[in-house]
Nanobody, 122 residues
Framework: QVQLVESGGGLVQAGGSLRLSCAASGRTFGSLNMGWFRQAPGKDREFVSGINWNGASRYYADSVKGRFAIFRDNVKNALYLQMNSLKPEDTGVYYC???????????????WGQGTQVTVSL
């Protein structure tokens, strides 16, 4: 089992920055491929960013490339998402997720956090 707890969400003006954190416990964090997803009201959950187990490979949705950065600390069992130049369309609930198998950009992850709300105002 893996427990994931997100934090760092909030209300920010367009152009601002936030850093999301995800604290992991349970199964060895360093062996897990991880992802960030988000869900806006009335929309499907979508892939935002992902990172493989050792941090060597990182993936981004086209909509966030150049603005968001994902990184992890396997000693602290933590995953992060640095979000810069935020736009109103980045608004949504952001979820941290872990997958036991190969990395994927689909929501077929095995473990999910409870989510943290990000709201970007004009």
């Amino acid at each position: 089992q893996v427990q994931l707890v997100e934090s760092g969400g909030g209300l920010v003006q367009a152009g601002g920055s936030l850093r999301l954190s995800c604290a992991a416990s349970g199964r060895t964090f360093g062996s897990l491929n991880m992802g960030w997803f988000r869900q806006a009201p009335g929309k499907d959950r979508e892939f935002v960013s992902g990172i493989n187990w050792n941090g060597a490979s990182r993936y981004y949705a086209d909509s966030v490339k150049g603005r968001f950065a994902i990184f992890r600390d396997n000693v602290k069992n933590a995953l992060y998402l640095q979000m810069n130049s935020l736009k109103p369309e980045d608004t949504g609930v952001y979820y941290c997720a872990a997958v036991l198998g190969q990395f994927t950009t689909t929501p077929r992850y095995d473990y999910w956090g409870q989510g943290t709300q990000v709201t970007v105002s004009l």
